[in-house]
Structure formats: C-alpha cells, structure tokens
C-alpha cells in the first residue's frame, strides 16, 4: 500500500474524473494522496476534496511561483485554512529561481512567512526547490520547523544530507526513473527511513509514461524504482515509505 505524497488533484483533468482517478491508483496499491495546495484557491480545493474522499489529505501554501500574487492577509487566509483536521502541512511552499517566475525577493519573504507559520501551527511543511539550494538549507535552518519534505528531490547528494540534518525527508517523484538521472545515485544513499514517494501529479510522469500527463496511481512505478535501486522486494519499500508518510503527516 503506497502514499502519493505530492499531488495536485485540483487540476481539471484529474478533478474531473476524480473517481476513476482514485480507482485506477487503488488498482496499482496507492491507497492515500496528500493534495498539495499552491495557492489560497486551489488549496481551498484541496481541503474540498479531502472533506468529499477519506483517502484524500490536503495541504495549504503560497508556491514560489505564485508569490508575487499573495494577497497582503495570506497568512492569515491559510492558517484559517489549516485549522481543519484534514489539513497535514504547509505547501508547496519554497523557492524556484530556475523559472523565477516571482521575484526572489519576493519568494524569499513568502516563504520566511510560512516557515514561521508551519513552526507556529506545529505542522511540517512541502517544499520545492530548484536551483535554490544555499538559500533553501539557510532559511530551513533559519526558520524552518525541522520537519516536512523536500519533494520532487532532484539536487545532489550533499544537499539531501543537509536537508536530512535538518530533520527532513527526501521524497523523489517521476523523474528518479527518467534514462541518464543522477538521482538512483542519490536514492542509493537515502536511508528507508528518510524517503518518501510521490507523483507530482500532473506533472512529472515517470517512465514509460514521461511526457504524458500524470495521475497519483504511478506512484508505483517510483516506488518500484527504488527497489530496484536498492535491490530489495517492492513491499520492503511500500511499507518503509507508507509508514513515513503516516508518520510525518499524522494520517489515519
Ligand atoms: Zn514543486
Ligand atoms: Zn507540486
């Protein structure tokens, strides 16, 4: 039984068809998703989903991309959000200066905010980071509340080290079974009880499905990834990864 991590069951070709969605990953043993908002509206339908399907758990956050656009109240706005008990963390929070698509000044500032906010209301935190790692590891150590998940991991080594110092879990996502990826060298050095598995829905479709939009039930094909990485039964890392994710985001 597996747990996408990281998915945005908000967007219209998964919300649309949210059913066969959850039958189809229910088919391939992925049984519990966490919605990951991104920002104050779609993490409202997130919250909307999780309170419509018991196998659905939201997340409510401001991603870098959307930074610019927070409204002056937003934390205000989430922590309303997050009172409720399907809510389990704050995010996509984070930085993204490959795409900059918020001033990083910006997205800086944001996501001080909502570090401070995840310490606040005592919930971790999903974080996206790209080309943003010295910034990233200053803030977590800085602000953060030393638990949550760098998702979509696709840095190096060194930086999942400082991330896991931190209290952190590494959670890979299609792109660790994409041809010519450093990331299994990376997977390889993860201790189980460190690692998280998740889609990224509806992006980031592994193989043999890259390039195709997404849905949470291919977390399989990650998870399957990695037990070939680490050479050990796929149920050896369906239980590890099932039990950090429960453990981390308090599911029942
Ligand atoms: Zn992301
Ligand atoms: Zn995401």
Redesign the pocket.
Known sequence: MLTDT?CHLFYPDLKTDIENVLQRANALGVTKFIC?G?NLDDSAECLKLAEDHESIFATAGI?PHDANDAPDDFLKQLSDLLMHNKMVAVG?I?L?YFRNISDPAIQRSVFKDQLELAKFTDLPIVF?N?DADDDTIRMLAEHGPGKGIA??FSSTLETAEAFMQLGYFISFSGNLTFKNSHLPEVAKEIPLNRVLVET?SP?MSPEPHRGKPNEPGRTRFVAEKLAEIHDLPFEEIAKHTTENAVELFRLT
Do not use: S
């Open positions: 990281h990951v991104t991603h996509e984070g993204d996206h790209r998702h979509c990224d992006y």
